[in-house]
């Protein structure tokens, strides 16, 4: 059964977009409606008939920022460039996130502290976390084989260790609002990886 009525006279993407703007500076607990509302410029009941309630909002949301912000992070590893470049390029994109605009980090980490075992959200948590994890564990692979990186671990336990450090550097350095705690930690990585 379709639902009828008057078309919608609002772009769904853009207030997607902007929706995954204000879940990305708020965090989930600390968006309210009333921010999606100034966000996306449109009245609650016009966001729950267009996306469903707030966690259905919210896991669209994140859907789109892991086919936005993790694939574009995966690309970075799959450069035709040396693998250091590759890494340093990642590292680069992630302390831009603690430290830019208003210092909100990665969308994904913030989810997955805030939300990540509620069930209707584990999905996208997954995806987006092997997104990242086989791009990494790709990139260390191909880096063990050509002779780029000294170390023998297996790629799949290097690339936790990145993403590891990765978050944990980016929650300290949003916390602290200081973004040298991520640009240290992430120097220390790449001169032990490369």
Do not use: G, H
């Given at each position: 059964m379709t639902r009828t009525g008057r078309p919608r006279?609002?772009?769904?993407?853009?207030?997607?977009?902007?929706?995954?703007t204000a879940f990305w500076e708020g965090g989930y607990n600390g968006t309210t409606?009333?921010?999606?509302?100034q966000a996306t410029g449109l009245r609650r009941q016009s966001l729950t008939y267009a996306f469903g309630e707030k966690p259905d909002l919210?896991?669209?949301?994140?859907a789109l920022y892991i086919d936005q912000r993790v694939r574009?992070?995966?690309a970075l590893l799959a450069q035709d460039a040396p693998f250091r470049d590759n890494l340093s390029a990642l590292l680069n994109a992630w302390e831009a996130d603690a430290s830019s605009g208003n210092g909100h980090g990665c969308l994904l980490v913030r989810a997955t502290a805030e939300v990540g075992l509620d069930p209707h959200m584990t999905s996208e948590i997954r995806r987006g976390d092997t997104l990242l994890l086989q791009a990494l564990t790709q990139a260390?692979?191909?880096?063990q084989l050509a002779g780029?990186?000294?170390?023998?671990?297996?790629?799949?336990?290097?690339?936790?260790?990145v993403i590891s450090v990765g978050n944990g550097a980016m929650t300290q350095a949003v916390a602290r609002q200081d973004p040298e705690v991520?640009?240290?930690a992430h120097h220390a990585l790449l001169s032990l990886l490369t």
């Open positions: 006279s609002f772009d769904e993407d853009t207030a997607l977009q902007a929706a995954m409606y009333r921010d999606l509302e919210f896991r669209r949301a994140l574009k992070a995966c260390f692979d191909r880096a780029e990186i000294p170390s023998a671990a297996p790629p799949e336990a290097l690339a936790r260790l991520s640009r240290a």
